[in-house]
């Protein structure tokens, strides 16, 4: 539905869909604060603080059936809320569970938690949007096969993140999706990109035959996606987590030197570089960069690497000191270090400790209690000069607003870094506008470098037009949104 007319119409017609949900799902299963529809939720909260939207219902379903009967119904009624759709609803950082716009009912998929199927010989698994990835995990525990994991915590949605092109400890999520079950706004149901074949084997193809419509339900309003086939990656034989550190004066250097080694395969996975105040907001050390370096391999392998990362770290004399995994262990209350080297590893059970030293809450409580965070998540080139341009904007950021950036640098590729920048503030009015100011800020500032966020929180989805390539590209998207749903039965999001 277009944005004009979602803008303008009344809700008092929402009670018969929210009467077919109840049907649907159970009377216990839909919580309305009027019984047509018409009056919104009490605002809910979120860690980040942004304005909370206005949200007439909230729908569980417990079935893939039930989400189909739910949609349906919404779709038949045609000009009511759109459906918001949320997996866990813990996108802390970018706005939690907030919907991007007002009118909408919140269709919560945390009940579809079951693991359908896991394939180690081949794999795959095929897992629900409220499967976290501390579950799959630890599923997964005892063989070959492991997860890319995030550092965020354990009971995060694996499929809420992927769907949201996030990133783990590996690559970037997306590489891990090979094919995704959704519900098409009128109630279908298909399957796009590779799906399991009960009757005989066959190789992960998630592009299949002809144009693929995989990436079309990733950051996408176009369907609620129900299931997906995640790609489980080979677990090394052998692993070590090297610890550099270094200073703010040799940082250009050292982030060139780090370029270096990944782009000549000295590195496993996704380097990961904290910056001063990161560090010690995760529980780390302070004053200095810390750069977190995967080896992994066979057992002969993995040896020889370290020693070639010593020797260059050496011949470099770019770096303060050097700690290795296997010969020494982080201190306890080390979270970071402990953390990103289980990470590494296929296990998030120790970023409850990172998320409780960043939030002082545990998941359940994070938005309710815990201190104000945000995020701003921009890709940019993976140089040296790049990173110091990076590190000299957030200084202005301080600088102007008095909000004190953190910023973790965490390589995709040899040429890609995705720059993960919080922003941690008390949660007082005065602190939040402060916060929010400084993320602004960050926003005009990177986009005025060229590091543009590949991910957005609930308050600035206006921007995706901005940052956007190519105004065609956008208006095809749109064209293709009011033929698969005229109605607007699936609620604008943040890439609308």
């Known amino acids: 539905m277009p944005e004009s007319l979602a803008a303008n119409r009344t809700l008092s017609d929402l009670r018969e869909p929210l009467d077919a949900a109840a049907v649907a799902v159970g009377g216990d299963r839909v919580v309305r604060a009027s019984e047509d529809g018409s009056t919104p939720l009490p605002a809910g909260a979120n860690v980040s603080m942004f304005p909370p939207r206005a949200v007439h219902g909230v729908i569980r379903p417990g079935t893939v059936a039930e989400v189909q009967d739910v949609v349906a119904a919404f779709d038949r009624a045609g000009d009511g809320a759109g459906l918001h759709v949320v997996s866990t609803g813990r996108n802390w950082g970018l706005g939690s569970r907030e919907p991007a716009r007002d009118g909408v009912v919140t269709l919560d998929l945390g009940r579809l938690d079951r693991v359908r199927e896991v394939n180690t010989q081949e794999g795959w698994a095929v897992i629900e949007p409220g499967v976290t990835q501390l579950r799959l995990a630890e599923l997964l525990r005892d063989t070959d096969r492991m997860l890319n994991v995030t550092a965020s915590s354990g009971h995060t949605s694996v499929l809420g993140n992927i769907v949201d092109r996030g990133v783990g400890l590996r690559h970037q999520r997306t590489l891990d999706l090979a094919g995704l079950e959704v519900v098409l706004p009128d109630g279908e149901l298909i399957r796009v990109g590779y799906w399991p074949r009960g009757d005989r084997p066959t190789a992960v193809n998630p592009q299949g035959l002809g144009p693929s419509p995989l990436a079309l339900f990733t950051q996408s309003d176009l369907g609620v996606v129900t299931a997906a086939v995640v790609r489980l990656l080979p677990r090394p034989e052998a692993q070590r987590v090297l610890r550099l550190g270094f200073g703010r004066d040799n940082l250009t250097a050292a982030i060139d030197e780090l370029r270096r080694w990944t782009a000549q395969g000295l590195v496993s996975g996704v380097l990961k570089v904290y910056d001063t105040t990161s560090n010690v907001n995760y529980g780390g050390a302070d004053g200095e960069y810390l750069a977190h370096l995967c080896v992994d391999g066979t057992p002969r392998s993995v040896p020889a690497l370290t020693q070639v990362i010593r020797a260059e770290a050496a011949d470099s004399g770019l770096f303060t000191h050097i700690t290795d995994s296997a010969e020494q262990s982080p201190s306890a209350?080390?979270?970071?270090?402990?953390?990103?080297?289980?990470?590494?590893?296929?296990?998030?059970?120790?970023?409850?400790?990172?998320?409780?030293?960043?939030?002082?809450?545990?998941?359940?409580?994070?938005?309710?209690?815990?201190?104000?965070?945000l995020f701003?998540?921009?890709?940019?080139?993976?140089?040296?000069?790049?990173?110091?341009?990076?590190?000299?904007?957030?200084?202005?950021?301080?600088?102007?607003?008095?909000?004190?950036?953190?910023?973790?640098?965490?390589?995709?590729?040899?040429?890609?870094?995705?720059?993960?920048?919080?922003?941690?503030?008390?949660?007082?009015?005065?602190?939040?506008?402060?916060?929010?100011?400084?993320?602004?800020?960050?926003?005009?500032?990177?986009?005025?470098?060229?590091?543009?966020?590949?991910?957005?929180?609930?308050?600035?989805?206006?921007?995706?037009?901005?940052?956007?390539?190519?105004?065609?590209?956008?208006?095809?998207?749109?064209?293709?949104?009011?033929v698969i749903d005229p109605n607007g039965t699936i609620a604008s999001g943040r890439y609308a």
């Not at 970071?336 to 289980?342: M, P």
């Not at 000299?392 to 004190?404: C, F, N, S």
Request: charged residues 25%; aromatic residues 10%; hydrophobic residues 40%.
């Open 333 to 373: 209350d080390d979270f970071v270090a402990t953390g990103v080297e289980h990470c590494f590893a296929g296990d998030p059970s120790r970023n409850e400790d990172m998320l409780r030293s960043a939030v002082g809450q545990d998941a359940e409580h994070v938005d309710a209690d815990g201190g104000g965070w």
């Open 376 to 482: 701003f998540l921009p890709l940019i080139p993976f140089t040296g000069s790049a990173i110091t341009h990076s590190q000299q904007l957030l200084d202005r950021v301080y600088e102007e607003t008095g909000v004190r950036p953190g910023s973790t640098i965490n390589s995709l590729d040899a040429d890609v870094i995705d720059l993960v920048v919080s922003f941690r503030f008390p949660r007082t009015e005065d602190a939040a506008e402060r916060a929010h100011l400084a993320l602004d800020l960050t926003y005009e500032m990177f986009d005025a470098a060229g590091f543009l966020p590949y991910r957005l929180d609930s308050g600035h989805h206006t921007w995706v037009d901005r940052l956007s390539p190519d105004a065609g590209s956008r208006a095809f998207v749109r064209r293709l949104k009011q």
